[in-house]
């Protein structure tokens, strides 16, 4: 490979790497926190897509405006599911893959009922819509920013969970319940906040990717198979993990493609995820394992 | 004469620095009944998942019947005939009483010869006697998970009857049991002695009294002392490693 | 800690406590419903319902394999559609090869391939000039397949969680695989156009009561041997290693054994639902082994019920039962699978063992009454 073709494959990965980040940045928070498999998550990024499609079309918006709402809509949507569901699952830990998945089909059924089967494009704002040169290599200014974007959120995040108090209350749930609840913890409120979190990133996930890729019901398949093994690769309750299997998957999907196809290289990288995670189940960069 | 079956020889566990065993030297004999006492954190645990392969050595070797089990795995250990009954109660919740026992007559571990016995099969005949012996012989249909704790216990130690190994390890049998259910589990224990050697791990200090000839206390990863009973009462060092605890009785 | 005790200690052991596993009455009911299953063309004549139905029987038959691996061996195969998938896909390169010319390119070469390009029959196609050879290898390679991925996962010892992400993880990839291989696999169409099969100059018409008795056999036969196992000693054992897996290992067990062996024969009786699923299909395709499918399997059977065989497959029958017959209305299915996944979670949340258990818990609460 020649130095260019080297440097835009490198780019190319670290933007496949940012979506993928985006998208298992909330689940990393979930099960990390909670040990709920949420296979709904795929359906939160739908949703935050499908929210940016209509305050798009139906009140103008552009993406830029819409964000701070799709977070929001979709992280109460996420706080009510656990409320309702999720809540009375913290001890069937597998029992969540089970619901979570009726959750998204729920979800699915429902936009394609009032949104339609059809596909939906969301115009990427105006400002971004042109290209940049770095080390001459062309790229999208629009995936700069999700690039950006994506770091930003995780440094948010990074500061949420380490430097304020709620951060603590939840760790401390995490690590051992009874003795946080004898402190005073209110565990189920805080795993509700944390699940509306989790959901609002999903969301804005969904919203950042609106542009990228046509937006659909079943969407979020593809997503959540992806971002789970990244989380578990990372390994629990480790968001540095996170990122830095994120950067690992994304990278070796670049490089992978470049010496066959997408869809090879996309089955090359799960099935070395696969090993990994037989020999290494609490992940990369963690020593903690999720019984 | 050599009558030792079991031996660990300077065994030491090392959980990420903390020496849960530290050079460990203990040997029982065969047909012994064993008592394993000494203050929390003394390694009394660890020494029988050592035993049974549920840790392995940092270093050192343990042998059973002059071979050597440092490297094998928990069901290599189990078929050479060394059981385990532990600290919390683990039988079958889900499956019944007679199921239980059923699995716990493992004499034959292999899939296939397995699938084709329906029923009870020739080696599970004393099974109901087995019941009877811990009382369970009315609750035999009733699934383990709706037993009482002391049922339970006792549930554990007939599993252990009924996979009839030539060392039983108890941990702490009689935890949760009340004076009557005590006594009846000291009176089994002596009839398990002739044809199996036990080591039986034990807070209660009238049940050791009870059952143990040979008491072997452990402190901080190693064997303290060994003796009968009233040598052990006496003895100033163990008196020492018990201080700040409130006496070896209450323990 | 004391506490615990003391709530124990509380519990009173009447008939809810006990299970009545009369082997005798499950198998009358067991011979019942498959009775009920054969006795179905004689008042159904519309062929086409009758095809139809043959399906949601497969579909009963791939719930029953899960219920067998999951219910009873606590391994949460979330890619049982592998198995299935690679059986029909073995039923379908056999019954591609035995078109008739019109439907096949030049010198017997199936069209697809024509139309890729390839020259000369890939010598993964060769075995499928003999049907024994194809069916054989429709039970065989997904058996052999669920051995590996067993053996890599349970030697291991990985469980739970794991188990699902690993298995979830590799029915993508043999998905992504056979639409990446258009020139042997047909890719995202599938193999299509197949003959219709035929033993000793007898045809199984997919739209004929001949086909569905086929099915209805060998439902009725992988029924019996999945209850049989559960029987047997080996079913004990497994359902043991289910509730307690570490404990089983001190009995001298050697678990991944266990483990290994209910799996391979689950993805056998799948392999076998796989190519039952060809033949009344007359195709294969991708989606077979799609994670749609895949999951819903697991569905069908937690709504069933997944420790009980019967209870998995008649949930699966019933689910897709329903599903198929709202299908001629567009609006009714997408309402209907609102409905059904609201159904699910309700399930999970207030009925863990599914309708089944639900059957049985109401059985005990009737004979503590009497």
Redesign the interface.
Known sequence: MDPITIISQLVTGLSIASILLLVALGLAIIYGATGVINLAHGEFVMLGAYSAWALQTFFNMSLFESLIFIFIIVALLGWAIERTVIRHLYARPLDTILATWGIGVIAQQAIRLTAGGELRYVEMPKQLADSVLIFGVEISSFRIFVLIFAATLFGLTWYLMYRTTFGIKLRAITQNPEVASSFGINSNRVFGLTFAYGAGLAGLAGALISPLKSVSPEMGTTYVVDAFLIVVLGGVESLMGTVLSAIILGELSSILSFYSNDTIAKALVLLAIVILIRFRPQGLFSSKVRS | MNTEQLVLKNVTVNFNGFHALDGLDFSVDKGELRCLIGPNGAGKTTALDII?G?TKVTSGEVDFESKSITSL????I??IGI??K?QIP???????VR??L???Y?EN????S?????GL?KDEEGLNELAEMVNLQE?L???AG?????QTQWLEIA?LVA?NPKLILMDEPTA?MTRQETHKTAELFLQLKSKHTLVVVEHDMGFVKEIGDVISVMHQGKILAEGTAQEIEQNAAVRDAYLGSGGITNA | MSAVIDEKSKLVINETSKRYSNTKSQIIIYGIVCALIFIVPSFMDNAYLLNKFSTYLIMGMLAMALSLSWGYGGILNLGQAVSFGLGSYCMAMALKLRTVPIHTGAEGLPDFMVWNNVETLPLIWQPFHSLTLAVFLGIAVPVVFAMLVGWFMFKGRITGVYVAIITLAILVVVNLLIIDQQRITGGFNGITDLAQLEVFGFEFDAYSSSAYYLIAIFLTLSLFLALAITKSKTGKILQAVRDHEDRVRYFGYDVSHFQIFVFAVSAGISGLAGMLYTIVMEFASPTFLGVHLSLSIVIWCAVGGRQSLIGAMLGAIFVVGIQGSLSESETFLETWTLVMGFIFVMVVLFLPKGIAGAFESLAARIRQKN
């Not at chain 2, 683990?90 to 019944?96: K, P, R």
């Open positions: 049974c549920k795995q928990e069901h290599q189990a078929r059981g385990r532990f683990s039988v079958f919740q889900d499956l019944t199921e239980n059923q699995v716990a493992s571990t292999s899939v296939l397995n699938l084709f016995k329906f099969s609750h249909d009733v699934l709706h037993l009482s704790h002391g599993l996979q949760g």
